[in-house]
């Protein structure tokens, strides 16, 4: 029988602990000492459970690009699940199809099958989907996960700290959004493609797969245009909670961002499920005065919302669909894989004379299509009207 997963979403424990590099070594202790703050992982997992490590391998990048859950993380986590004598599986379902051709690439550039081969730790090969009900999803009645999800005992979000064209912030909360298989990610995009319900709908599903644990892997973060075409940033630190809201709002605050500004946090918020302020948060394992802001350059969206200004449905919804960014389409950077055109929710990217042209008027601003480009060619764009009212 299955062991039912003891979450506690109210939980308000969030420990950091410093971790300069990705040396094996330092890695390692950091992890000891930052599942010591929450009272050891012996009280999460028993000898025989199934683990999975839900990582961020979002694209076919090696680790030193800051796009992915790094693997000296990956690699510290599997060898203390398994001295607790459980078994880990490392999963994930990033952009593009679910399929053991399009995973075996990623596996290899991110270093998780050194990871595997290393451990033993098992890479996930079933891409098998199963659909649940949900009625108490606020957004989604009907939940479709990767099957390999539900089975696991124990779920363990593995997250990379990063800004985000759509959602503005991508940590432990998104990061579940890889537990939906493929392509049928393009379709929660297409349904909701105001982010405002997009992200109510990323806190239904990380209600649904209820991480026991959440980690962020903030040693080397991504600023600006994240989630894949950002810069790598250093913040040197390791983070963990039980409440995955709880790890981001934290987070949020090391990076400079205000719940304001970020639609899962604002959700989660005003579902209870975290305090709206910081000091709230029992915050465990670093001094003081080391829990500091570290600015980070935030992407174009997040200065290209909703009006300031209460204004009836219509009209803010006629300017805010004026005033959002669009994405531009670098031809000289780009490769013509055509990722972008096969991976577009609402398919208005057509390839013409081997290069990508978007109809604009059918853009849903998803930004799937610079997520995706393993070029960075794919930039977005605010209008001059935009900049001028949110400077
Ligand atoms: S823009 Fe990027 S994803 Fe699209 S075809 Fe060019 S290289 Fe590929
Ligand atoms: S063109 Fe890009 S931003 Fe627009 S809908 Fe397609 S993937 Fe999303």
């Not at 199934?50 to 800051?66: G, R, S």
């Not at 993380?73 to 379902?93: C, H, P, R, Y």
């Not at 669009?326 to 013409?352: D, S, T, V, Y």
Request: proline fraction near 7%; charged fraction near 25%.
């Amino acid at each position: 029988m299955k062991v039912e997963r003891s979450v506690i979403m109210l939980n308000k424990k969030v420990a950091f602990i410093p971790c300069k590099t990705y040396q094996q070594n330092e890695v390692n202790q950091a992890v000891q000492q930052l599942l010591a703050e929450l009272g050891g992982l012996a009280q999460y997992i028993k000898p025989g459970q199934k683990v999975l490590l839900k990582v961020n391998l979002l694209m076919k990048k090696p680790p030193e690009a800051a796009v992915t859950t790094h693997p000296a993380l990956v690699e510290a986590l599997v060898n203390q699940i398994q001295a607790l004598g459980a078994k880990t599986i490392i999963a994930d379902s990033p952009g593009g199809p679910f399929t053991k051709a399009w995973l075996k690439g990623i596996y290899q550039e991110t270093g998780m099958v050194k990871v595997a081969k290393r451990t033993g730790a098992e890479l996930n090969w079933n891409f098998e989907q199963q659909e649940f009900s949900y009625p108490e999803g606020r957004i989604l009645k009907h939940i479709t996960l990767a099957k390999i999800v539900k089975e696991a005992d124990v779920v363990i979000s593995l997250a990379k700290l990063k800004t985000h064209g759509f959602t503005i912030y991508t940590g432990a909360v998104k990061n579940l959004f890889g537990t939906i298989p493929g392509l049928l990610k393009a379709d929660y995009h297409l349904r909701l493609d105001d982010v405002r319900d997009f992200s109510d709908m990323l806190v239904d599903i990380a209600q649904f797969v209820k991480p026991t644990l959440s980690i962020m892997d903030a040693v080397i973060a991504m600023e600006g245009p994240g989630p894949s075409a950002g810069e790598p940033k250093s913040v040197g630190l390791l983070a963990a909670s039980e409440n995955p809201h709880g790890l981001d709002l934290a987070c949020c605050y090391i990076i400079g961002l205000n719940p304001e500004q970020v639609p899962t946090l604002q959700k989660a918020i005003a579902r209870g499920l975290i305090p709206k302020n910081i000091r709230e948060l029992d915050i465990r394992g670093i001094a003081d005065e080391e829990f500091k802001p570290i600015p980070f350059k935030v992407p174009a969206t997040s200065r290209s919302r909703h009006l300031p200004i209460p204004l009836p449905a219509k009209l803010d919804d006629f300017f805010y669909k004026l005033l959002r960014p669009k994405p531009i389409f670098i031809h000289k950077k780009c490769i013509n894989c055509g990722l972008c055109a096969r991976n577009c929710p609402p398919q208005c990217i057509e390839m013409i004379a081997s290069k990508p042209q978007a109809d604009l008027t059918r853009c849903i601003r998803c930004f799937c299509c610079q997520e995706l480009c393993p070029e960075q060619a794919v930039e977005i764009k605010r209008s001059k009207l935009s900049r001028l009212i949110f400077r």
